[in-house]
């Protein structure tokens, strides 16, 4: 039976890419997997597939590479799937010495823009160059990539082009996902935002938006779902005063939910939203949720990014907009509620591209299969 081990720093244990997709494929298929994760402290089986995570992200570089190098001579895989540099950096010479495949699922940008945001010019140039080198030095000691978009193939498939790799997206299993396609009631609308709260994903681009539609429409019943939460200290005076200066009448504001229930949390949303900043790393990526809005039949309204222009083309369930465009944007609302036929249909064609076109089962063959050839070379 051969082994497969996941790797990741940042990530969870049981992350919805990483534990309910990729790794459960591998385990359906008669892989033995592993999973360990900086993130958080956990040991034991979770549906036949065994976690050892360790919560030392705060802890040096070096204890980090410890920590996956033990567990990777302990395990002894056949195959070691990466999510970030320092796990490919701290298992070369295992990979080297026992021949092994070592693919980097490249699903985030490095070095990201958070990454950087703590520190000021000129240093922010020089630490963008060194986690530059950072990527190309991991891109260099693995033997595979995947790439979770078509955008995030810049740099590592244009310097390394000569070794395998796909792409694999981020589409939901449909044993996740709860369809829950709404008749539109011309008096009331439920809006959802859902995620990280803050400015970059575009809270405050979607609080002004419903403050031109109240305007416009006073008599509208609109109700505000936010399902997701600040991150830190800053983010929650931010949100806080937000709050104040728009002073919403029905406004809920949900936890984040366990992600076999997300879909589920949403299910009384009549539009959903992701007005998220157009800076460069935004436009370079496609955002997750997409894909379970689709699949729970939900019309969508998002930022004009290249990375959904790119994969999806032009939406048939929802509009792509310039997030700060509030006027605009409220139009579509009010076009959807003067003609529900129109929000039918849209949410009708969320569904049927999801079950046709975007879920997981259209592409994990694929993913099971370049992980054998992989092990098998």
Known sequence: MPKVLFLTTSHSYNDDRIFYH????????????????????????????????????????????QTFRKVCNDFQPQCIICSEPLAIVAVRNFVKENKISCIYDVTEWYPSLSMLQKYRFPAKIFQTVKFSLIQLCAGFLSTHFIFGETTKKFPLAYFFGFKKQMILPYYPDSIYIKESIKQLDTDTITLCYTGQISKDKGIENFFSTIDKLRQKMPTLHIRILIIGSTVDGDDEIYFSA????????????????????????????????????????????????????MGAGKPVIYSDLKGI?????????????????????????????????????HALNARKEFKEQYNWDRIKVSFVDFVKRSIDK
Request: net charge negative.
């Open 242 to 293: 937000l709050l104040k200066q728009y002073s919403f009448d029905h406004i809920e504001i949900r936890k984040p939910t366990a992600f076999e229930r997300f879909t589920e949390s949403l299910a009384e949303a009549d539009i959903c939203f992701d007005l998220r900043e157009i800076n460069f790393e935004n436009n370079h990526s496609l955002p997750i949720k997409l894909f379970y809005f």
């Open 22 to 65: 990729q790794a459960k494929a591998l385990r359906d298929n008669g892989y033995e997997v592993k999973i360990c994760s900086l993130h958080a402290e956990y040991k034991g089986f979770i549906d036949g597939i065994e976690i050892e995570s360790y919560a030392v992200l705060e802890e040096s570089i070096d204890h980090k590479m």
């Open 309 to 345: 222009r790119k994969h999806l083309g032009i939406l048939s369930f929802g509009s792509l907009v310039d997030p700060h465009h509030a006027e605009f944007i409220s139009e579509i609302i009010i076009n959807y509620i003067r003609n529900p036929e129109s929000y039918h249909a």
